[in-house]
């Protein structure tokens, strides 16, 4: 059982609009800590998608934009591609249980 | 640019400990500090552990804090984590990733490759 909420699984067609949501209590997201996304290509290491709610590093397509607001966050992909297919994972960190945490991941599919 | 390159892969006995090396290349180690996270097969993300490669300070997850120790050695720029008492639930995948300095509450820029730990008797 992950401390932050994700859906298994979502799917879209090529050129959608995905919305993948992740939520926390008040220990995490509701008391202020930052929430990160990842993909996750099977076979290969975690890569940073999003960073402090709504950042995006360098090299990362104007495709994926995140959002959070009190308890919840959500990462949303426009322009749905094929290579969009992957695990998504929200990550944050918990003060009461002074640790990072992770969502269970989402798998996407692409239809 | 920034790399962190990871120790080769274990198999263990039950009861054993292992310890994997994360090499850091293209940044200073000690500017940084370094999480360790890990995947067991076909499940999700977890987060072990976090150290300040610039003074030492560790978070440990509670989960873990009995059996694990990371360490950091900025004259190779190389972290470590050791965990001990191993069982078969620590099969899976290690990984290191860069993160804040000051504290563990920040997100992870750049991961390690992941060194496959397999516990079996």
């Known amino acids: 059982q992950s401390v932050l909420t994700q859906p298994p699984s979502l799917s879209g067609a090529p050129g959608q609009r995905v919305v993948i949501p992740c939520t926390g209590n008040?220990?995490?997201?509701?008391?202020?800590?930052?929430v990160h996304w990842y993909q996750q290509i099977p076979g290969t290491a975690p890569r940073l998608l999003i960073f402090?709610?709504?950042n995006r590093p360098s090299g990362v397509p104007d495709r994926f934009s995140g959002s959070k607001s009190g308890t919840s966050a959500s990462l949303a992909i426009t322009g749905l591609l094929a290579e969009d297919e992957a695990d998504y994972y929200c990550?944050?960190?918990?003060?009461?249980?002074?640790?990072?945490?992770f969502g269970g991941g989402t798998k996407l599919t692409v239809l | 640019q920034v790399q962190l390159v990871q120790s080769g892969g274990e198999v263990k006995k039950p009861g054993a400990s292992v310890k994997v090396s994360c090499q850091a290349f293209?940044?200073?180690?000690?500017?940084?500090?370094i999480s360790w996270v890990r995947q067991a097969p076909g499940q999700g993300l977890e987060w072990m552990g976090w150290i300040s490669a610039f003074n030492g300070n560790t978070n440990y997850a509670e989960k873990f804090q009995a059996r694990l120790t990371l360490t950091t050695d900025t004259s190779t720029s190389t972290a470590h984590m050791e965990l001990r008492n191993l069982v078969s639930d620590d099969t899976g995948v290690y990984y290191c990733?860069?993160?804040?300095?000051?504290?563990?509450?920040?997100?992870?820029?750049?991961w390690g490759q992941g060194t496959p730990v397999t516990v079996s008797s």
């Open positions: 008040s220990s995490n997201l509701g008391a202020g800590y930052h």
């Open positions: 293209g940044y200073s180690l000690s500017s940084y500090g």
């Open positions: 990550q944050s960190y918990d003060g009461r249980l002074s640790l990072g945490v």
């Open positions: 402090g709610n709504t």
């Open positions: 990733a860069r993160g804040g300095v000051v504290v563990a509450a920040t997100d992870l820029d750049f």
